[in-house]
Each structure stands twice: as C-alpha cells, then as structure tokens.
C-alpha cells in the first residue's frame, strides 16, 4: 500500500473550515483514499473515502487531486468534539489491511 | 448502523496471569474482524487478522502463542493475552467488516490493558 505523508498537528478556530492535507504520491490506480479519526482513548472512526472523484457525506468532504498524488479532509464547520488524530489512509481493494501512520493531530479551539 | 464493542473496556492484572478481551459486531455480521495495538503516543499497529471459523493471520513480529485469538461466531472475536507482562500493557483494539460493505472496517472503543 502506499504511504502517505500529513503534517503533525493543525490548529482550527471552532466554526471554521478545517482543511487536511494529505500527500500520496506513489499511490497506484487501485488504490483508495481513507480517512478516520481517534478522538483521545476512543477507537478509529470511518469518515470518509473516495478513488478519484470528490466525496461528501454528513461529516466531510474529499477533495482528490486530478493526478491523485494529494487530497484534502475538509471539515466544513469545526466544532472542539472534531479534535482529534486525523488518518489518511491509503490501500486497494477490500482484501488489504489498513496501515495506520502517525496521522494529523487536530485542536479545535474556541 | 454498525455498531462494535468490546469488554472489558478496561483491566488491570498481575503479571503471569492471562486477560481475555471481546470484540462483538452488535448489529451485524462479520466474516472478518482485526486486532490493533496502540502504545502511548502511537499509532495504530496491527496484530492480527481474524476469520471465522478458520485461523487468525498474524503480522510479522506478533506471537500467535502468546495473542490467541478465537473468532467461532460471525459477531465475536476473542484476543486473549497469555502469561501477560508489564510490557503487554497497552490499548487494544478490534475492528470489523460488513460483509455487504468490505471496503470500511468499524472499530470497537477499545480496552485498556494495565499488567502489574
């Protein structure tokens, strides 16, 4: 599976959009984009996942690059419960393992 | 809904003893449930893979005598750590998978292992 790069921690003020970035440069053609977060001694939650279109669901937007190589978690409305470790995953098809990396720290201040 | 749990959600024992932990898909049914530990400030690491009715996938470095993991059912996996030692403590994690739904897996909340 592909790895991907996030920055270690962001900062949102509570009502703005927060904006997650995510660099996957190597990720082949079959290869999906997840992202789930873990709000502090809570398990993983799904939020969202897209392969080349941009997605969006009652919690989140996707935006996807064109080249695929790069997306971005959009958090429309932050609210201090949306702070968390953000994980954007990387992996093909349904038989593979998710692979967690060090993820994006997100605090959510008033 | 998709809904996981676990229990205990939290347990302290002595060191030499053996702990049993349960992952349970409350509301539907899971061919394929996973076993995550997390130390303190770090990711997610995947112990195992478990599939009913046949024998758990270990990843590589993961004792399979030592995490003994037993999913005889479609909705409960069992991670039972044996002779469990300080370094044993940790945040265990189970996740599972809709069969209608194999791309998405589903975490349970998690149990918090202290070994005295």
């Known amino acids: 599976d592909a790895k991907t790069t996030q920055p270690t921690s962001m900062d949102c003020a509570e009502g703005r959009a927060a904006n997650l970035p995510c660099n996957h440069s190597?990720?082949?053609?079959?290869?999906?984009v997840y992202w789930y977060r873990q709000i502090h001694s809570q398990g993983p939650q799904y939020i969202i996942h897209?392969?080349?279109n941009n997605e969006t669901n009652e919690m989140a937007s996707l935006i996807i690059t064109e080249d695929r190589k790069s997306s971005t978690l959009i958090l429309p409305h932050a609210t201090l419960r949306d702070t968390a470790v953000y994980y954007c995953?990387?992996?093909?098809?349904?038989?593979?393992?998710?692979?967690f990396g060090t993820g994006t720290r997100l605090q959510v201040t008033l | 809904g998709a809904v996981v749990s676990q229990h205990p959600s939290r347990v302290i024992c002595k060191s030499g003893t053996s702990v049993k932990i349960e992952c349970r898909s409350l509301?539907?049914?899971?061919?394929?449930m996973f076993w995550y530990r997390q130390f303190p400030k770090q990711s997610l690491m995947l112990m195992a893979t478990?599939?009913?009715?046949?024998?758990?996938?270990?990843e590589q470095g993961v004792e399979k005598d030592k995490f003994l993991i037993n999913h005889a059912s479609l909705t409960l996996s069992t991670l039972t750590v044996t002779s469990a030692h300080p370094e044993d403590s940790s945040f265990y994690i189970c996740?599972?998978?809709?069969?209608?739904?194999?791309?998405?897996?589903?975490f349970g909340p998690g149990t918090r292992l202290l070994v005295l």
């Open positions: 996740s599972a998978r809709k069969p209608a739904d194999q791309e998405t897996q589903y």
């Open positions: 190597t990720i082949s053609g079959n290869e999906y």
């Open positions: 897209g392969l080349k």
């Open positions: 995953i990387v992996k093909a098809g349904t038989a593979s393992k998710l692979t």
């Open positions: 509301d539907f049914q899971a061919t394929t």
């Open positions: 478990s599939n009913e009715g046949s024998k758990a996938t270990y």
